[in-house]
T-cell receptor
C-alpha cells in the first residue's frame, strides 16, 4: 500500500518568514495530494490540493509543488502569521472509484512566533 | 463543501462498555470514512462505509470491535465495542466530495476509564 513520509515533524519560524513542509510517497499510481491544517481541538481542514497533471498550484500565501518523478510534494507558506500555527498533514490518494482512500503523513507542528 | 455533524462530541465511558458515534451529512454522499486520531498523532483510517454494502476495514481493525452501519447516503454510525483505555482517542467521520476532496466532521473525543 501507499506510504507517506512527512518532514519536518516540527517547524518554528518568525512571523513574516516562509515555511516549507515536504512529503514523499511510495505509490507511483498516486494522483491526488491534499494538505490539511488542524488547529488544536479542531477538525482537519483542507487548505489546498494538487493533482498529478499539475506541477504547482497557488492560493494567496499558500502554494503546493509536485514532482512526480521524484515522488515528492511540498507545501509552501509565505509571509507567515501567528494564525498559521497549527499541525499540517499531507496525504496521497492512490486509487479511484470505490477503492479510493487517503494515506496521511505523520504531521508537522508549525509554530509562528510573533 | 459538505456540512458534517457528529454525536456525541465527547464522552467518558467505563471499560467493557460500548459507544455508538453518529455522523450526519447535509447532502448525499457515496463514500464515508471513519478515522481514529490518537493524541498528537496522525489520522488512521478505520474503515470505509459504503451505502448498501459491508464496510471495508483497514488492517488492524475488525468488524467485531468497530461495527459500522450506513443505512442511507447521509448517515453512518461507528460503534466502539468492549472498550478499553487504549480506545481513548478522537474518532472522526469524513466524506468524499467531488473530485476526490475529503471533508471531516468535528470529531468525537472518547475517554475510556
Amino acid at each position: 500500500g501507499e506510504n507517506v513520509e512527512q518532514h519536518p515533524s516540527t517547524l518554528s519560524v518568525q512571523e513574516g518568514d516562509s515555511a516549507v513542509i515536504k512529503c514523499t510517497y511510495s505509490d507511483s499510481a498516486s494522483n491526488y495530494f491534499p494538505w490539511y491544517k488542524q488547529e488544536l481541538g479542531k477538525r482537519p481542514q483542507l487548505i489546498i490540493d494538487i493533482r498529478s497533471n499539475v506541477g504547482e498550484k497557488k492560493d494567496q500565501r499558500i502554494a503546493v509543488t509536485l514532482n512526480k518523478t521524484a515522488k515528492h510534494f511540498s507545501l509552501h507558506i509565505t509571509e507567515t502569521q501567528p494564525e498559521d500555527s497549527a499541525v499540517y498533514f499531507c496525504a496521497a490518494s492512490s486509487r479511484g472509484g470505490s477503492n479510493y482512500k487517503l494515506t496521511f503523513g505523520k504531521g508537522t507542528l508549525l509554530t509562528v512566533n510573533p | 463543501s459538505a456540512v458534517i455533524s457528529q454525536k456525541p462530541s465527547r464522552d467518558i465511558c467505563q471499560r467493557g462498555t460500548s459507544l455508538t458515534i453518529q455522523c450526519q451529512v447535509d447532502s448525499q454522499v457515496t463514500m464515508m470514512f471513519w478515522y481514529r486520531q490518537q493524541p498528537g498523532q496522525s489520522l488512521t483510517l478505520i474503515a470505509t462505509a459504503n451505502q448498501g454494502s459491508e464496510a471495508t476495514y483497514e488492517s488492524g481493525f475488525v468488524i467485531d470491535k468497530f461495527p459500522i452501519s450506513r443505512p442511507n447516503l447521509t448517515f453512518s454510525t461507528l460503534t466502539v465495542s468492549n472498550m478499553s483505555p487504549e480506545d481513548s482517542s478522537i474518532y472522526l467521520c469524513s466524506v468524499k466530495g467531488g473530485q476526490e476532496t475529503q471533508y471531516f466532521g468535528p470529531g468525537t473525543r472518547l475517554l475510556v476509564l
